[in-house]
C-alpha cells in the first residue's frame, strides 16, 4: 500500500478528526454506524486516544451496510460541520438496538443539531461527494469491510484489541506519519 497512503486518506478536510490534530501518528479508520465491530471498537479508541496524546484519528465516513448506515454517515458529517462530530461519533455508538433513521436524528438533536437544519443539509452536495471519496478509497486500497485501519501503510482489518500484536507493530515512530 506504500504508494496508496495520499492526502486523500491523511488530509482530507471533510474526514473529521478525532484526537491530537497535530498529532504524531495518524490512524484512520474506516467504519460503518450498523457494523457491530465498528460498536465495539469505538470505546477501545476513546480509551486510546484518551491515553496517547499524541494520536491523531482520521475518520472515514465507510457506509456499507444499508441506506440507515448512509443516513446516520451523512447526519454525522453534517455533525462535524457544526463542531459536534465527537459527541455524535460517541452516541451512535453508544445506542441500543437497530439504527434507524429517528434514532440518528435522536442523537443529533442530543448533541445540540436541530432536525430541521439538519434534514436541510443533508443533500449537500459536499456531504455526498465526501462519501463517494470515501468508498471510492477504500475500493481502491482493499478495505473490504469494517472497521478497517490504515496504520502507517498497513491496513488492519476487523476489531481488535488496541494492545494487540495486530495494531501496534504498525504505528510508525514519532513524527514520521
Known amino acids: 500500500m506504500g504508494g496508496l497512503v ?37 470505546p477501545r479508541l476513546a480509551a486510546l486516544i484518551g491515553k496517547d ?17 448512509i443516513f446516520a ?3 454525522a458529517l453534517v455533525a462535524a460541520r457544526h463542531g459536534a462530530y465527537a459527541e455524535f461519533h460517541a ?12 434514532k440518528t ?17 443533508l443533500g449537500d452536495m459536499e456531504i455526498a461527494a ?5 468508498l471510492a478509497l477504500g475500493q481502491l486500497i482493499g478495505v473490504t469491510g469494517t472497521p478497517a485501519f490504515i496504520v502507517g501503510h498497513n ?10 500484536a495486530a495494531l501496534w507493530p504498525f504505528f510508525p515512530e514519532p513524527g514520521r506519519m
Not at 504524531?24 to 465498528?38: I, K, N, Q
Not at 496524546?53 to 440507515?68: A, W
Not at 442523537?107 to 434534514?119: C, E, H, I, S
Not at 491496513?155 to 494487540?164: D, E, T
Open 105 to 121: 436524528l435522536r442523537v443529533a438533536k442530543t448533541v445540540g443539531l436541530q432536525a430541521n437544519k439538519v434534514r436541510a443539509e
Open 6 to 42: 495520499t492526502d486523500d486518506l491523511l488530509y482530507d478536510v471533510g474526514s473529521p478528526e478525532l484526537g491530537n490534530r497535530n498529532g504524531d501518528v495518524t490512524m484512520v479508520e474506516f467504519f460503518d454506524y450498523r457494523c457491530p465491530y465498528c460498536k465495539v471498537m469505538a
Open 130 to 134: 465526501e462519501i463517494r471519496r470515501n
Open 155 to 164: 491496513i488492519v482489518p476487523g476489531a481488535v484489541s488496541i494492545v494487540s
Open 73 to 75: 454517515a451523512k447526519v
Open 53 to 69: 496524546r499524541g494520536l491523531r484519528l482520521v475518520m472515514k465516513e465507510y457506509p456499507i451496510l444499508s441506506r440507515e448506515s
Open 91 to 102: 452516541a451512535m455508538f453508544a445506542l441500543s438496538g437497530p439504527l434507524d433513521d429517528q
